[in-house]
Nanobody, 129 residues
């Protein structure tokens, strides 16, 4: 079991930046690959970004590529999502998720969006124009 708590959301103007944090507690943080998802009202949940257990492999959706960066700091049991050049369409509830990757897998393995086991409650990001 792992508990995930997001922070850093808020209201920002178009073109602004925010950094989301997700603090994890419970099992060994370095055993988890981590991801960020978002869901806007009336829309399906979107898989935004992911980072492997060893931090050496990352994924960003085309919709945020070049603007968002995912990173992790294992010493602080925290994963981050740096969001720059924000657009109104980035408005959503952002949630982090964790996948307990088997240790027999490469540390660079990136789970698909269907493999995440644990979820945070989410943090609201609103981009105003």
């Amino acid at each position: 079991q792992v508990l995930l708590v997001e922070s850093g959301g808020g209201l920002v103007q178009v073109g602004g930046s925010l950094r989301l944090s997700c603090a994890a507690s419970g099992r060994t943080f370095s055993n988890y690959a981590l991801g960020w998802f978002r869901q806007a009202p009336g829309k399906e949940r979107e898989f935004v970004a992911a980072i492997s257990r060893n931090g050496g492999n990352t994924y960003c959706a085309d919709s945020v590529k070049g603007r968002f960066t995912i990173s992790r700091e294992n010493a602080k049991n925290t994963v981050y999502l740096q969001m720059n050049s924000l657009k109104p369409e980035d408005t959503a509830v952002y949630s982090c998720a964790a996948d307990l990757t088997p240790t027999t897998y490469s540390g660079s393995y990136l789970p698909t969006k269907y493999e995440y086991d644990y979820w945070g409650q989410g943090t609201q990001v609103t981009v105003s124009s």
